[in-house]
């Protein structure tokens, strides 16, 4: 399963390098639940090419994929997360930061997980057990997160939801907090590799409010492996279907003062 999915990954990147390659910035998409929140023809395009692989090699597997999902997750044995584009707005806007991801679930926990960025062609992948490694040119080697200790010395990584021009919980807030204590906050735009440099240790932790499964499956088990953290903003263990998400490298001095500083911005606002 490892190697279908690592490879499944990589055609589908392949296929998104096409699609970026020949677009112009500004077109060729469409909205979906906001304006903000974009669909273009190379996410369609990558979930029927992830889905109709998995049907292929295992139809008895069920998919929860962003561009196919309806309704709650599906109580499956065996459950493909997908999201075949994520950074969809980069991509409409040509900025060159996107990937693929795919987790595969049992029973609720990811059990492995790939995430793939076609341009730069690293992929990461974890699986339950098995640590959480990187390849790239042609080598692979594994990954940990990294050993800095203290908030005020930690890069970290966050984004916005898509309803945040009219929900007052928009992770701004949080945002101006966490950029003041920290080294710094970076918002690239792709969750799922964030989490992914999470686990690398190219940065020390990364925070979200409303993730969707298909964003943090793969990222969940790649920090996990690699030695990290992730819980929910009141600390209780990521779950599939958590609201919130902070991963770090698991130092107390970064994780818990994250969700320390998470929770008196949170009481100033609401």
Same mark, same amino acid.
């Given at each position: 399963?490892?190697?279908?999915?690592?490879?499944?990954?990589?055609?589908?990147?392949?296929?998104?390098?096409?699609?970026?390659?020949?677009?112009?910035?500004?077109?060729?998409?469409?909205?979906?639940?906001?304006?903000?929140?974009?669909?273009?023809?190379?996410?369609?395009?990558?979930?029927?090419?992830?889905?109709?692989?998995?049907?292929?090699? #295992?139809?008895?597997?069920?998919?929860? /994929?962003?561009?196919?999902?309806?309704?709650?997750?599906? +109580?499956? %044995?065996?459950? @493909? !997360?997908?999201?075949?584009?994520?950074?969809?707005?980069?991509?409409?806007?040509?900025?060159?930061?996107?990937?693929?991801?795919?987790?595969?679930?049992?029973?609720?926990?990811?059990?492995?997980?790939?995430?793939?960025?076609?341009?730069?062609?690293?992929?990461?992948?974890?699986?339950?057990?098995?640590?959480?490694?990187?390849?790239?040119?042609?080598?692979?080697?594994?990954?940990?997160?990294?050993?800095?200790?203290?908030?005020?010395?930690?890069?970290?990584?966050?984004?916005?939801?898509?309803?945040?021009?009219?929900?007052?919980?928009?992770?701004?807030?949080? #945002?101006?907090?966490?950029?003041?204590? /920290?080294?710094?906050?970076?918002?690239?735009?792709?969750? +799922?590799? %964030?989490?992914? @440099? !999470?686990?690398?240790?190219?940065?020390?932790?990364?925070?979200?409010?409303?993730?969707?499964?298909?964003?943090?499956?793969?990222?969940?088990?790649?920090?996990?492996?690699?030695?990290?953290?992730?819980?929910?903003?009141?600390?209780?263990?990521?779950?599939?279907?958590?609201?919130?998400?902070?991963?770090?490298?698991?130092?107390?001095?970064?994780?818990?003062?994250?969700?320390?500083?998470?929770?008196?911005?949170?009481?100033?606002?609401?």
């Amino acid at each position: 399963m490892r190697e279908f999915a690592i490879d499944l990954a990589r055609r589908a990147g392949a296929l998104l390098a096409e699609y970026h390659q020949r677009a112009v910035a500004g077109h060729d998409f469409s909205t979906k639940s906001s304006p903000v929140d974009l669909l273009t023809a190379a996410d369609v395009a990558s979930d029927a090419l992830i889905t109709e692989a998995i049907h292929a090699a #295992f139809p008895e597997h069920s998919i929860y /994929s962003e561009e196919s999902a309806t309704g709650p997750l599906p +109580a499956a %044995e065996w459950l @493909w !997360v997908i999201d075949p584009l994520d950074g969809t707005s980069n991509f409409a806007h040509r900025v060159p930061f996107f990937g693929v991801n795919i987790a595969l679930a049992h029973y609720g926990m990811p059990v492995l997980g790939v995430t793939y960025d076609p341009l730069s062609e690293q992929l990461f992948w974890a699986e339950q057990g098995h640590g959480a490694w990187l390849r790239q040119n042609g080598r692979e080697r594994p990954i940990h997160v990294s050993t800095i200790a203290e908030l005020s010395r930690s890069l970290l990584a966050t984004g916005f939801p898509a309803d945040r021009r009219t929900n007052p919980d928009n992770n701004l807030a949080e #945002f101006n907090a966490l950029e003041r204590r /920290s080294h710094g906050v970076r918002r690239q735009g792709s969750a +799922a590799l %964030e989490l992914a @440099w !999470v686990a690398a240790g190219f940065i020390e932790a990364f925070w979200h409010p409303r993730l969707k499964p298909w964003d943090a499956a793969a990222g969940w088990l790649l920090v996990q492996e690699a030695g990290g953290c992730v819980t929910e903003y009141d600390g209780r263990p990521w779950r599939l279907d958590s609201p919130t998400m902070v991963a770090s490298n698991g130092q107390p001095g970064v994780h818990e003062a994250i969700l320390e500083t998470i929770a008196a911005a949170r009481k100033a606002i609401f």
